[in-house]
């Protein structure tokens, strides 16, 4: 009877580490297969027209709403940069 009892028990936590990896195993593909997809759609025409509409709606909201003095200085200093940083292409 001890034996049986003591058999089960071993098939059930062989079980259970088998079930446990197959789901880890399981994730990771399902993890992996998201990310490519993400990547994909990233390096697609759609992707790229995605990126250029939210570009767009943030530069008509920051050009309508009134800016803090704070955010005014942020964006002077940036744009001052990226103007030193592509100077070379402006002056063509």
């Known amino acids: 009877?001890?034996?049986?009892?003591?058999?089960?028990?071993k098939k059930t936590i062989f079980l259970v580490i088998t079930i446990f990896f197959i789901i880890i195993i399981l994730l990771k593909i399902s993890r992996d297969i998201i990310k490519n997809e993400i990547v994909n759609f990233l390096q697609s025409q759609t992707g790229n027209?995605?990126?250029?509409?939210?570009?767009?709606?943030?530069?008509?909201?920051?050009?309508?709403?009134?800016?803090?003095?704070?955010?005014?200085?942020?964006?002077?200093?940036?744009?001052?940069?990226i103007k030193d940083k592509f100077k070379f292409l402006l002056d063509e």
Do not use: G, P
């Open 1 to 9: 009877m001890r034996l049986k009892k003591n058999e089960f028990y």
């Open 49 to 81: 027209e995605f990126f250029i509409q939210i570009v767009n709606s943030k530069i008509e909201y920051l050009a309508e709403r009134e800016l803090k003095e704070s955010e005014i200085k942020f964006y002077k200093n940036n744009l001052i940069k």
